[in-house]
């Protein structure tokens, strides 16, 4: 094989559960391995060489931790490297953790060089594999840019650039480009038909969810927990209002994991603490031991008696419920912050339903995890790709209208590079 062969094995037309294969002379590797977001379809595709059979695959690379990304990697053969970036890998396992999830055991990681911001490139025979980290609504997401025989393949991930560090987009861009033109650039088309807006600024939801906070005593915020800028979006208002910020179990196990400056139990003395909801009451002696317990001296129950923002989970109705009947939630209000679509999911919408039947206003305050059409027409626009793959989308018709390059493809149709 004299070209590199790019092939979508999933992809061409569904949102979620992605898979990318780029082959060269001597390797052949994966982008990505995750769920369907369709609830019917979350097992993993059987794949010779790679989830069944001798191993044909050198190694799989995931973007980042949202579960249709990297959900399925527990089925890849032990004897493939999967490599994931290291905070990425803390939320996967996490999620597994109180999912109840297998997780996969041996997860290489992607190293970040001694003293510097950027990662360690890894090769893989005649591959070469760099990661970028991008803005997302998930932690430490990632660009990753192959290179081979000469060769320049990027590949997106998930991406946009209206989060907090939406600021390094377009240095990060011209950074890529200034090693050369991209030979293929495979990028998401998750917005195609939700028209051509430009998507609110985090710091513009702050600002947004400031004057709303001013308006109740206690704020319910249904969000996802891997959203580090929408919980330090949230954290802001919380503080702006003078209000205390409580994080649900599974969202402070992440903060405080990650650390840093990320909102967590020891971010601002008091200020935010950690609820433990009543389900996890049935939990095992061990998934106690290690989640819960070292979070006591974190739980603060006095901050209920306060004014409040809680983040809350669809199984925390009885919570809920139980804050309204003792009085300590008066004023209140439910705040949806994810995309609107998932409020047709059976659980949470009988949670939306059951918590305004408890006299809760409903809000939604929300803003993309994906780029708006405006910020992937710059992608393309200084990166100068020869041609661009576009994957990730429920409408791929639209590709030739955002992109000048656009080529059509279909799953498991091979492209040469």
Not at 189 to 215: C, N, P, S, W
Not at 309 to 337: N, P, R, T
């Amino acid at each position: 094989m004299e070209e590199i062969q790019i092939r979508i094995l999933k992809g061409t037309k569904q949102i979620g559960g992605c898979i990318t294969e780029v082959q060269s002379k001597q390797a052949k590797i994966l982008i990505d391995f995750g769920e369907d977001l369709d609830e019917e379809k979350k097992t993993a595709p059987q794949i010779e060489g790679l989830t069944c059979g001798e191993p044909t695959y050198d190694a799989v690379f995931i973007t980042h931790s949202h579960q249709d990304h990297i959900g399925l990697i527990d089925q890849i053969l032990p004897e493939i490297p999967v490599y994931v970036e290291e905070k990425s890998k803390k939320i996967y396992e996490l999620t597994c953790a109180f999912t109840g999830k297998k997780c996969r055991e041996n997860i290489q990681l992607v190293q970040v060089l001694e003293g510097k911001r950027e990662y360690e490139p890894v090769t893989v025979e005649d591959i070469q594999v760099q990661y970028y980290k991008v803005d997302h609504s998930a932690y430490n997401s990632a660009m990753i840019e192959v290179t081979c025989q000469g060769k320049r393949i990027l590949h997106t991930g998930d991406f946009r650039s209206h989060g907090y560090k939406g600021k390094d987009f377009i240095p990060t861009l011209q950074k890529i480009r200034k090693k050369g033109k991209i030979d293929c650039l495979i990028t998401e088309g998750t917005v195609f038909g939700r028209g051509d807006t430009e998507y609110q600024t985090e710091e513009a939801l702050k600002d947004e969810a400031i004057q709303l906070f001013q308006k109740y005593k206690q704020i319910f915020i249904l969000q996802s927990s891997t959203n580090i800028d929408r919980i330090t979006s949230f954290c802001k208002a919380s503080f702006a209002t003078q209000k205390n910020l409580i994080e649900d179990l599974f969202t402070a196990n992440i903060t405080l994991e990650l650390g840093g400056r990320i909102p967590n139990p020891t971010f601002d003395y008091h200020k935010v603490s950690v609820w433990v909801p009543r389900a996890y009451n049935k939990k095992s002696k061990a998934f106690k031991e290690t989640y819960i317990q070292p979070l006591e001296q974190y739980k603060w129950t006095q901050n209920i008696y306060k004014d409040y923002c809680m983040l809350v989970k669809a199984s925390m109705y009885e919570d809920i419920q139980m804050l309204v009947e003792k009085k300590l939630s008066s004023k209140a209000c439910l705040v949806y912050s994810m995309w609107h679509g998932y409020l047709e999911k059976p659980e949470i919408k009988e949670f939306v339903e059951k918590v305004k039947a408890l006299g809760i206003d409903f809000v939604e305050l929300h803003t993309s995890g994906h780029a708006d059409l405006k910020t992937m027409k710059k992608v393309e626009e200084i990166l100068e790709p020869k041609k661009v793959v576009v994957t990730h989308t429920t409408n791929p018709e639209k590709a030739t209208e955002v992109f000048e390059k656009a080529i059509p493809i279909q799953d498991g149709e091979r492209i040469e590079v």
